[in-house]
Nanobody, 115 residues
Framework: QAQLVESGGGLVQPGGSLRLSCNAS????????MGWYRQAPGKQRQLVAS???????YYADSVKGRFTISRDNAKKMVYLQINNLTPEDTAVYYC?????????WGQGTQVTVSS
């Protein structure tokens, strides 16, 4: 069974930055599209960024210019650099791996933006 483990969340002031990391194991990482989703209290989980195995990247409009996704296939890692955080970015951030019918999730890491 695949395992995705997120890290890097925390409490940050508005305007601050965080780098989230996701360590994948038990998958052929290079095949997968890796994504970061977030779920705020009372809201649906939404895709914020993804990166395919050909390095094609997608960003939700709400995060363009502030979020950067990247991957390291050798280390089986995917990262999300988040800059200029606002309280609206407060959510649990989940790592996701997709390939064909396979779809795996991490447990999530909390990001809280507050002064």
């Amino acid at each position: 069974q695949a395992q995705l483990v997120e890290s890097g969340g925390g409490l940050v002031q508005p305007g601050g930055s965080l780098r989230l990391s996701c360590n994948a194991s038990r998958i052929v990482f290079g095949l997968y599209t890796m994504g970061w989703y977030r779920q705020a209290p009372g809201k649906q989980r939404q895709l914020v960024a993804s990166i395919r195995n050909d390095e094609f990247m997608y960003y939700a409009d709400s995060v363009k210019g502030r979020f950067t996704i990247s991957r390291d296939n050798a280390k089986k890692m995917v990262y999300l650099q988040i800059n200029n955080l606002t309280p609206e970015d407060t959510a649990v951030y989940y790592c996701n791996a997709k390939w064909n019918s396979r779809d795996f999730w991490g447990q999530g890491t909390q990001v809280t933006v507050s002064s």
